[in-house]
């Protein structure tokens, strides 16, 4: 019973009959995968918490993906398609950490389906010789810059991946300036999209505020976080992206339910836990 996903039953056999039927046009609602490790490793973990997608279970979701006529696009490409003519089944692909799962085992399934990926590298762990973040290996500069050449893109995910709400101001910028700093000198290319590490910090208002102004002075445009649901594009910050979890639990009818947005509801309990929380934590 402990593996008994809650989330997946509510969605599959309730919040699928509400999915929000978008009328406006004033805004649109694109969801932003987010992916870690691509490996069979198990984990010993609630399914709600896993972060790995065995290679098959990812190809099922890039089959899934090419034959509903999703088009993929960059993080970076969202901004610039705010205006444009777009298609309305457009996705975002995201990975985060930089592991060398990423290079060997999701990059050649993406290349077979022709879907480009945004990579979040925390940059003290991406270095010319190979290391490991999490007991898994990362990918080298070399790898980076191989994948750059094939259309992958690349943003920030810190330094050394701390919890940014400990740190200092000096401490948080740094994290945020030295990582978007040693991408550009590794790649020659211009990083402006940022992916927050850890559980977003919803209810810290302080945090957030020093937070925003520190991606705005260092040229970041789009940012991401682990709030749950589909970006609204037009609608919501862009430096506050929310994105959709993808793990190996992911089977055809809860991967597509998920895109579809019946999975936007987790947004209000997992906000609601973190204030709860963070109101406990203010007042001891
Ligand atoms: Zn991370």
């Given at each position: 019973?402990i593996?008994f996903?809650l989330?997946?039953?509510?969605?599959v056999?309730?919040?699928?009959?509400f999915?929000?039927?978008?009328?406006s046009?004033?805004y649109?609602q694109l969801p932003?995968l987010?992916y870690?490790?691509?490996?069979?490793v198990?984990?010993?973990s609630?399914?709600?918490y896993?972060?790995?997608?065995?290679?098959?279970?990812?190809?099922s979701?890039?089959?899934y993906?090419?034959?509903?006529n999703y088009d993929?696009i960059?993080?970076r490409?969202?901004?610039?398609s705010?205006?444009?003519?777009?298609s309305?089944k457009?996705?975002?692909i995201?990975?985060?950490?930089?592991?060398l799962?990423?290079y060997?085992?999701?990059?050649?399934?993406l290349?077979?389906f022709?879907?480009t990926?945004?990579?979040?590298?925390?940059t003290?762990?991406i270095q010319?010789n190979?290391t490991?973040?999490k007991?898994?290996?990362?990918m080298?500069?070399?790898e980076?810059?191989?994948l750059?050449?094939?259309?992958i893109?690349?943003?920030s995910?810190?330094v050394?991946?701390p919890?940014?709400?400990?740190?200092?101001?000096?401490?948080?910028?740094?994290?945020?300036k030295a990582s978007r700093?040693r991408?550009?000198?590794?790649?020659g290319?211009k990083?402006?999209?940022?992916?927050?590490p850890?559980?977003?910090p919803?209810?810290?208002?302080?945090f957030i505020?020093?937070?925003?102004g520190i991606?705005?002075?260092?040229g970041y445009?789009t940012?991401v976080?682990?709030?749950i649901?589909?970006?609204?594009?037009?609608?919501?910050?862009?430096l506050?992206?929310?994105?959709?979890?993808a793990n190996?639990g992911d089977d055809?009818?809860?991967f597509?339910?998920?895109?579809?947005?019946?999975?936007?509801?987790l947004?209000t309990p997992q906000s609601?836990?973190?204030h709860?929380k963070?109101s406990?934590?203010?007042h001891?």
């Amino acid at each position: 019973m402990i593996n008994f996903r809650l989330d997946r039953f509510l969605t599959v056999n309730c919040f699928r009959y509400f999915i929000n039927k978008q009328t406006s046009t004033s805004y649109r609602q694109l969801p932003i995968l987010m992916y870690h490790s691509i490996s069979d490793v198990k984990e010993n973990s609630h399914p709600y918490y896993h972060v790995n997608t065995s290679p098959a279970v990812f190809e099922s979701h890039m089959r899934y993906l090419s034959e509903n006529n999703y088009d993929v696009i960059n993080l970076r490409d969202l901004s610039d398609s705010l205006n444009a003519n777009h298609s309305a089944k457009q996705i975002v692909i995201t990975f985060d950490d930089g592991f060398l799962d990423f290079y060997t085992s999701a990059y050649p399934i993406l290349r077979k389906f022709g879907f480009t990926a945004t990579v979040f590298l925390p940059t003290a762990f991406i270095q010319n010789n190979r290391t490991s973040f999490k007991d898994n290996q990362c990918m080298t500069w070399d790898e980076v810059r191989q994948l750059l050449t094939e259309g992958i893109s690349f943003g920030s995910h810190t330094v050394s991946h701390p919890q940014l709400t400990d740190l200092s101001e000096d401490g948080i910028e740094h994290e945020i300036k030295a990582s978007r700093e040693r991408i550009e000198d590794e790649t020659g290319i211009k990083v402006d999209s940022f992916s927050y590490p850890f559980a977003f910090p919803q209810e810290n208002r302080d945090f957030i505020a020093r937070y925003k102004g520190i991606l705005i002075e260092q040229g970041y445009r789009t940012a991401v976080t682990t709030i749950i649901g589909r970006a609204a594009i037009g609608l919501d910050d862009p430096l506050f992206l929310k994105r959709i979890p993808a793990n190996n639990g992911d089977d055809p009818l809860f991967f597509q339910l998920k895109l579809q947005g019946a999975y936007d509801w987790l947004q209000t309990p997992q906000s609601f836990f973190k204030h709860i929380k963070g109101s406990i934590q203010n007042h001891v």
